[in-house]
């Protein structure tokens, strides 16, 4: 099945990619490697997720908060395509950066979101390599930030 297809069949709804807000770009390409830049966990009306995960926000709403920041990904290897996303061989890696307590220690299980999502669309090809990470702060105090390295056909 074609990754575009596979969309529509699991009705997701693509946010729009949005250009970065400082001295970087959104994507790279370098030989057949494309690298997504951070993607921030954004709802699906434009809100920032933000808050901390395990004192603001629960392991739940954390991977669904890495699920928006996947489907921005995904918006982003989209766009970088020219709306062909069978240009995409696999995706490689993902790393998860997650708002989080010092004594939380779930962060798989929110990054999850972003890689069940990955996974969900690209099948076999999505399965990839990942960190998940915990930090003491994001951007404008969003809960995750997920980026991405995919191989292009």
């Keep these: 099945m074609k990754f575009n297809d596979k969309i529509r069949e699991l009705n997701i709804k693509l946010p729009t990619a949005k250009p970065p807000v400082g001295n970087y770009v959104a994507t790279k390409i370098s030989g057949k490697m494309l690298f997504i830049s951070g993607q921030i966990s954004i709802d699906e009306n434009g809100q920032l997720i933000?808050?901390?995960?395990g004192k603001d926000l629960d392991v739940e709403a954390g991977y669904n908060a890495a699920k928006r920041c996947a489907l921005s990904i995904i918006a982003q290897v989209k766009k970088t395509c020219e709306d062909d996303l069978?240009?995409?061989k696999s995706c490689i890696k993902l790393t998860g950066f997650?708002?989080?307590t010092d004594e939380?220690?779930?962060q798989p299980k929110v990054i999850n979101g972003a890689s069940d999502l990955i996974a969900s669309v690209f099948g076999d090809a999505g399965m990839h390599a990942r960190a998940a990470v915990s930090v003491n702060s994001l951007p404008l105090g969003v809960s995750v930030e997920v980026?991405?390295?995919f191989e292009l056909n």
Excluded: E, T
Excluded at 50 to 53: D, E, Q, V
């Design 50 to 53: 933000k808050g901390k995960i």
């Design 86 to 88: 069978s240009k995409v």
């Design 98 to 100: 997650v708002n989080s």
């Design 104 to 106: 939380f220690i779930d």
């Design 147 to 149: 980026d991405a390295i």
